[in-house]
Antibody
Framework: EVQLVESGGGLVKPGGSLRLSCAAS????????MNWVRQAPGKGLEWVSS????????YYADSVKGRFTISRDNAKNSLYLQMNSLRAEDTAVYYC??????????????WGQGTLVTVSS | QSVLTQPPSASGTPGQRVTISCSGS????????VYWYQQLPGTAPKLLIY???QRPSGVPDRFSGSKSGTSASLAISGLRSEDEADYYC????????????FGGGTKLTVL
């Protein structure tokens, strides 16, 4: 059974940093691209970042470019999102979502339960 | 402002057929596959349709997807109360705004 479990969310002050993790199991993690998608309270889904299976290709939404860094450790079956210079508008539930074999192959055939990030003073 | 345009709301009565539209451009829907997600209240999104019209295992055949040009649609037939949820479309975008873009979501109410 495919499982994605996010962790690392919490309350952080504006300008602060946070590192999210996503632990994957039930599939060959190293064969799939991975994604972060967020949802602000009461709002729709927003794609944040994607990483290819070997980390060769990385993409970011303009809203987080230069502040967020996606990475993965295939030996640990884990996906990460390092978030720096956080702003109030980054407040959201962050979901880890599996992609396809290629980054553009598919998006979100499996999702984690999400982790809440709140940016507030 | 979402790159893909969906109506904010839709509604129907049990047993009815409803459709939800998703409008894009040549750089996303016009040249790439469309995906649809269902998000029940308080839960993570679930993939409903992939590659325009394919259903993942376990998704009832009451749900169907179609695409024409730069627009796509999700149809739900035999509407049931448990279909009340938010629905989102998404597509890969070949322009700089991507690569993945979502619609703003449609809240479906079963009357």
């Amino acid at each position: 059974e495919v499982q994605l479990v996010e962790s690392g969310g919490g309350l952080v002050k504006p300008g602060g940093s946070l590192r999210l993790s996503c632990a994957a199991s039930g599939f060959t993690f190293s064969s799939y691209s991975m994604n972060w998608v967020r949802q602000a309270p009461g709002k729709g889904l927003e794609w944040v970042s994607s990483i290819s299976s070997s980390s060769s290709y990385i993409y970011y939404a303009d809203s987080v470019k230069g502040r967020f860094t996606i990475s993965r450790d295939n030996a640990k079956n884990s996906l990460y999102l390092q978030m720096n210079s956080l702003r109030a508008e980054d407040t959201a539930v962050y979901y880890c979502a599996r992609g396809g074999i290629a980054v553009g192959g598919t998006l979100g055939d499996y999702w984690g339960q999400g982790t809440l990030v709140t940016v507030s003073s | 402002q979402s790159v893909l345009t969906q109506p904010p709301s839709a509604s129907g009565t049990p047993g009815q057929r409803v459709t939800i539209s998703c409008s894009g451009s040549s750089s996303n829907i016009g040249s790439n596959y469309v995906y649809w997600y269902q998000q029940l209240p308080g839960t993570a999104p679930k993939l409903l349709i992939y590659r325009n019209n394919q259903r993942p295992s376990g998704v009832p055949d009451r749900f169907s997807g179609s695409k024409s040009g730069t627009s796509a649609s999700l149809a739900i037939s035999g509407l049931r109360s448990e279909d009340e949820a938010d629905y989102y479309c998404a597509a890969w975008d070949d322009s700089l705004s991507g690569p993945w873009v979502f619609g703003g979501g449609t809240k479906l109410t079963v009357l």
